[in-house]
């Protein structure tokens, strides 16, 4: 074993951090870093089961909890008999955090953190892409999320860090770049200047222009301003791929999770982006049963599924998270949430499997993963070669079938 093993849970960000690990930690062959995530009590749960079924493998190991759940609950990963530290969100990113000897607890006040992306690695164990973070914390205070306590304020890492790091991955073979963040769409307020998304993406852009392609993690559709749009929509870099942090779709709901965006605001953008680039693919992350839903507002969310073409779902049972608002609302049943969880999953695997039946006859363009096997389209659709690719190039492919939820694919003449 080269180094750590690296055991990530939860979103984009958690795996550009995680390869950051990877790198301070370099030939401690004896660590394991759990990276957890608190977006959800289950997240948590996991998290647990992934530290107890890593100790079972490998019980000589030392084993360190950081991430989102080590920030915001560090006594309840502190009395677990199997760990041997627990590190905040800013500690995970000090090399002298993973050394041998540490005190048991070191998780700071993260609302005290001012800067972010000390590390933006520079590898990427298990991609041909590579994550790059831009942003990270998050200023909004939404009724059912402890991410921003676990994170703290949101703040941007200035713009020619990014463009350097960037060309630095290019360099090493990166065909494709992810910008990932906790809120990435609030980007640049407090950098001088004021900068936004789409200033930044420009400059990407300008300045690497060896770069084939450039995708969005998950964005919030409220903060996508004119200027980001029209990259979006038009630049043939920009990869046809949105992931909207919609949460609902009923009004009353969104009102009382505290978001900024009605029902209207997202099938209108989703409708002018779709008129401007047709290819593009929707994704959403969605939660079933917030507090005081009932059938009919729970009904106006199942129908957004269809009405914003949503083929790439996130669906969240929703789990009260002890200090937020919405865990002292009135709670919906645990049986209803399970079932209106598993009729939107359903209701998205409908939609994503029509979506990927209409790609068959169609050529795309698709990064062909390490393996050589499978990729991922333009459009983020998954794609797996009858035979095997270069890894880590851009082939054009024809899509001949669908199987397993994958395009069956084969090398363009």
Not at 220 to 231: A, G
Not at 374 to 382: V, Y
Request: glycine fraction near 6%; proline fraction near 5%.
């Amino acid at each position: 074993m080269a180094g750590p093993d690296i055991i990530t849970m939860g979103c984009r960000l958690n795996i550009a951090e995680s390869e950051a690990i990877r790198d301070m930690a370099r030939g401690q062959d004896d660590l394991i870093v759990v990276n957890s995530c608190a977006v959800t009590a289950e997240a948590v749960r996991q998290t647990r089961q992934a530290i107890r079924r890593a100790k079972r493998e490998r019980p000589d190991a030392r084993i360190l909890v950081t991430g989102c759940a080590a920030q915001t609950e560090p006594q309840t990963f502190a009395a677990m008999a199997e760990v041997d530290g627990v590190i905040g969100n800013r500690e995970k990113m000090e090399a002298t955090s993973f050394a041998p000897v540490v005190e048991k607890v070191r998780v700071s006040d993260i609302m005290a953190v001012r800067d972010t992306a000390p590390h933006m690695a520079s590898a990427f164990a298990d991609h041909a892409r590579a994550f790059l973070e831009v942003q990270n914390g998050c200023d909004h205070r939404c009724t059912f999320c402890i991410i921003p306590y676990g994170r703290g304020n949101s703040r941007s890492v200035p713009a020619g860090a990014v463009v350097d790091r960037a060309k630095q991955l290019v360099d090493a073979g990166y065909r494709e770049i992810v910008l990932t963040g906790v809120d990435v769409t609030s980007y640049g307020p407090d950098l001088p200047g004021s900068p936004s998304l789409g200033l930044l993406i420009e400059r990407i852009l300008k300045g690497v222009p060896d770069l084939p392609r450039l995708r969005l993690s998950s964005i919030d559709s409220v903060e996508i301003d004119e200027r980001l749009f029209d990259l979006i929509a038009h630049d043939p870099r920009m990869m046809p791929h949105l992931h909207l942090s919609l949460q609902a779709g009923d009004d009353m709901i969104l009102k009382r999770m505290k978001r900024r965006h009605a029902r209207a605001d997202a099938i209108r953008i989703v409708e002018r982006m779709k008129a401007a680039r047709p290819d593009i693919s929707i994704g959403a992350d969605i939660i079933a049963g917030f507090p005081t839903e009932d059938d009919a507002m729970f009904a106006n969310s199942l129908a957004l599924i269809d009405e914003c073409d949503i083929v790439h779902g996130h669906i969240f049972p929703y789990s009260p998270r002890t200090g937020t608002p919405a865990a002292r609302m009135p709670q919906v049943d645990r049986a209803t949430i399970k079932a209106r969880a598993a009729r939107l999953r359903d209701a998205c695997a409908a939609r994503r499997d029509t979506w990927l039946r209409r790609l068959i006859g169609t050529t795309q363009s698709v990064l062909v993963e390490r393996s050589g096997l499978t990729g991922h389209a333009e459009n983020f659709a998954p794609v797996r070669f009858v035979s095997a690719q270069a890894p880590s190039s851009i082939v054009r492919a024809s899509i001949t079938g669908l199987e397993n939820g994958a395009l069956i694919a084969q090398e363009a003449a």
